[in-house]
Each structure stands twice: as structure tokens, then as C-alpha cells.
């Protein structure tokens, strides 16, 4: 396969999650990828995304699993936002044969979900990926860089908030705080213990609470979230979310807090990452953030730039992270399995809440808690 196109069929439910963010067109204008097929449900979404990608009649679909059965693609790319057909499509793409999955974020629902892709995955020997497309940020990878060089010192803790609007607590969990509960288990490793409150008008949650959230999440509950996580390289992790927090910038993102500076982590912006060269509590003179670029630490102000297209160069280097992978045969960089640490994360928070108690690893419950 090596130095082949690979041929990619792309899924949308357009009115049901639709195209996600543009996932279908991250594989345009890569020269080892070529959209060769669509499906979707909805006559108007078909033939839109027909004319996106210069598709004659033959190579669309308004039935997925009869796109899959009649083309045979290399890849396929899980477009819809809405999590209640993921697992079901994901699946299927590994029993048709595909090589490659590329998947809206988030990835499923439960981690029963999650182990049922895996394992299908696995037994087909297929590559799936998750549209966590900040972790492909050149800026990103140099702030990595600069925690394990030790720049900011022992890793204390990294502290995280979804960004807190109307959909703060439980739908911003989902939604938004995957992004960040992604980011801080790939900068502070894998989750070991969680504990966690969650409370709806002030009031601790329980079961009758819960209401099917939107997006095809399941049940949610809560207007307000605050969990700690153990982390295996050491630090404590912290998500937080208040709904109508009245943030005139949300605080959307991490910090990572180390003994000698912290590095904060704004994702879906540029610059993405910034570094301030002292501990957070130092106030006896000004420690100013500075930008983080693809090139390290930048000194002057940073330029306007488009975030959209910043977010699409991000999007293609997954893309082709998810190309390399299969033909090299490893893990992609945002993979099912870091896909599955998010899914029981969100889990581990609504356990613990429900029971008062901390949730440690392996997760035995494999359900939604709120179920």
C-alpha cells in the first residue's frame, strides 16, 4: 500500500450531526487521499456534499452501510457530530475492511462502546482516529516539549474548565471538555482515580436528574461540575464547569502548573499555547504570558490569524497521522484508546458523583452511571 492514494468514503447525517467540523473535507487537497464515495441520509446533505468533492451519481449514497459494501474504501471518515451512531458505523467500517477510521469527536457514548470498537478494530487490524485536532497543533507539540524539558519545573497540576455557558455542567462536559480532558491525560498520563461533585441548582444530583442530552450523548445531568483526577506521571488534573459562569472570555482550556511556571492551553485559538516563566503564585513583579509557536516561544505580540483555517491545517495533519499509522502499522496519535480514557473519564465523574466515593482504575461499570 505503500505510496498508493488511499480512497476514502465519507458519512454524514446531514439535520442529525451533520458533517461535524468539515470532517469530510480535511482529505481535500492531501496528495495520498482522495474522497471517492459519500453517503447521507438526507437527499439535500448528498448532494451538496456530491458537489464538494466533484462526486458523480454512482459514488453517493443515501444508505452508509450500502456505501460501504459497494466501495470498499481504504478509509473511512465518521463526519456526524451526534455520538449515537459512532460505535454502530465505526464497527461496521472495520468488518467491511476499511484500513483507517477517522471519527468526529467525541468518540462514543459508554465505555462499553468503546470496548466494543476496540475489539473490533483490533480483530480487523484497523486504525481508527479521533478528531482531537488540537493535539496536531505544531504550538501544541512545543509546549509539550517544554513541560518534558522541564521549563516550568515538577508538574504540579493541571487545571482544566470547559467553557461555561448555557451549556455549562453536563452538556459542556461532553461537548467541550473533551477536548481538555483529552489534553490532560496525554500531558499528565492516564487516569487513576477520579473523584467528583455534581450539582443541579446547587443541590447534589441524582439519577432523577438525568435528561438525554443533545448531540446523541445520552443522559447528562448537572449544571455544575468539579472533579479531580490521579494522574499516572503524578500530577493532580482538575475539570471544572459552571453553567452561565458570565465569563466575558471563557476560561475554555488548561494550565499546567509547575514549581518554576505554568503553560496554559487555549484550544481552537491562536496562538494556542502560552508560557509564564514563574510559578502561578509569584505576584512580587509581572511574569507577562508569552506566545508559544510552532518555532518555541515567540517574543513579539502575536499576529491576527485565522482561526478556522488554523483549525483545518490541524485537522489534515490527523488526517495524515491517521495515513502514516496504517501504513507503519502503530497507534494514531489521538486514537481509540486515548478515545476511550475521555469516554471513562466523563464516566468516573458521574460515578463518583452519584456515589460519593472516588472511582479508581479499571473501570468496572461499563454503562452510562446516569442509566
Known sequence: MQGDVMRVAVIGRTGRG?????????????????????????????AAAAERHGLADGATFRDWQAMLTAVKPAIVAICPRNL????????????AGAKGIFMEKP???????????????????????????????????????????GRIGQVLEIRARGKEDQRGGGEDLWVLGSHVLDL????????????????RQGQLITKADAAEGPEGVGLIAGDAITAMFGLADGPVGSFASVRDAGLKQPAFGLTVAGSKGAIHIRPDHVPQAWLREAPLWRTDKEFPWKPIGPGGIETDPPEAADRAAARVGW???????????????????????????????????????????????PLVERVNPLA
Open 18 to 46: 451533520d458533517w461535524g467540523h468539515a470532517i469530510d473535507e480535511l482529505w481535500q487537497d492531501l496528495d495520498v487521499a482522495e474522497v471517492v464515495a459519500a453517503a447521507d441520509e438526507n437527499e439535500a446533505g448528498l
Open 84 to 95: 449515537d451512531c459512532h460505535a454502530e458505523m465505526a464497527i461496521a467500517a472495520a468488518e
Open 107 to 149: 468518540f462514543v457514548r459508554t465505555p462499553a462502546e468503546a470496548d466494543a470498537v476496540i475489539a473490533a478494530c483490533t480483530k480487523a487490524n484497523a486504525k481508527l482516529a479521533i478528531a482531537f485536532v488540537n493535539r496536531h497543533a505544531a504550538s501544541y507539540g512545543m509546549a509539550r516539549d517544554l513541560i518534558e524539558a
Open 184 to 199: 490532560m491525560a496525554d500531558i499528565g498520563g492516564e487516569p487513576k482515580w477520579c473523584q467528583a461533585t455534581v450539582t
Open 315 to 361: 485537522g489534515r495533519r490527523a488526517a495524515l497521522d491517521l495515513i502514516d499509522a496504517i501504513l507503519n502499522d502503530r497507534e494514531p496519535e489521538t486514537g481509540m484508546y486515548a478515545g476511550r480514557t475521555v469516554v471513562e473519564m466523563t464516566a468516573a465523574i458521574y460515578a463518583s458523583a452519584l456515589g460519593g466515593n472516588r472511582i479508581t482504575w
